[in-house]
């Protein structure tokens, strides 16, 4: 008898999530701007608080997601894209019922099918 397989995954191993064909979910590598607009360290990111996230398009249209984190009282935003951009309104939706975890939570999380 086949076992049905599970559609559900990791960020960190879930196809569909690539940018430029590299995994997406790496928040120590993104770059992040700070509420009073400088950049900043991404040093222990991942225990940054997620605050928000919304889907957005650029002035192209192109679809991405805002994310926002509290991170060492600051909050701090970044900007993440899909080379599969139909997937963006689900993960959009899906991180953002998971307000107040913080990243190294939630890269462990399970999530349905994008």
């Known amino acids: 008898m086949k076992r049905k397989q599970s559609t559900d995954s990791t960020l960190q191993n879930n196809p569909k999530l690539r940018w430029r064909g590299k995994p997406l979910w790496n928040p120590s590598s993104w770059s992040w701007i ?9 040093d222990g990111i991942e225990q940054g608080k997620l605050v928000n996230a919304r889907m957005f398009a650029d002035q192209d249209g192109a679809a991405a997601i805002e994310l926002s984190i509290m991170f060492e009282g600051v909050t701090r935003s970044t900007l993440l894209r ?4 139909t997937g963006i309104l689900s993960l959009s939706e899906q991180l953002n019922e998971l307000r107040g975890f913080t990243f190294r939570q939630i890269a462990g999380m399970t999530f349905s099918q994008l």
Do not use: K, M, P
């Open 34 to 42: 700070q509420s009073n607009g400088s950049t900043i360290s991404s």
């Open 82 to 85: 899909l080379d599969d951009s």
